[in-house]
């Protein structure tokens, strides 16, 4: 049974965007914060942006400006504008949810910037 699901990935030019979203069931979705997590090859995975139930948003310096995290609570989705991407956000991105930090992970969404 999926529960976290990414869509939206792919290829862009640098400058261009992209939106990511993220399906989740009632669940998980309902009274847990929502973040997307970047991990590029041979580095750890990293926070990209959060979201908590009541919309506080906590977005990494690297992208901050650039991208932007919202969630749909009628829907249970949660999406990440990406604009003005550089290829150094090339990444697989996933979706997560938890309290504390994440406790379920979606499968991932590859996303390459060109140069």
């Known amino acids: 049974q999926v529960q976290l699901a990414e869509s939206g990935g792919g290829l862009v030019q640098a400058g261009g965007s992209l939106r990511l979203s993220c399906a989740a069931s009632g669940s998980i979705f309902r009274g847990n914060t929502m973040g997307w997590y970047r991990q590029a090859p041979g580095k750890q995975r990293e926070l990209v942006a959060r979201i908590t139930p009541g919309g506080s948003t906590n977005v990494a310096d690297s992208v901050k400006g650039r991208f932007t995290i919202d969630r749909d609570n009628a829907k249970n989705t949660v999406n990440l504008q990406m604009n003005r991407l550089k290829p150094e956000d090339t990444a697989v991105y996933y979706c997560?949810?938890?309290?504390?930090?994440?406790?379920?992970w979606g499968q991932g969404t590859q996303v390459t910037v060109s140069s």
């Open positions: 997560a949810a938890g309290k504390a930090g994440p406790s379920y």
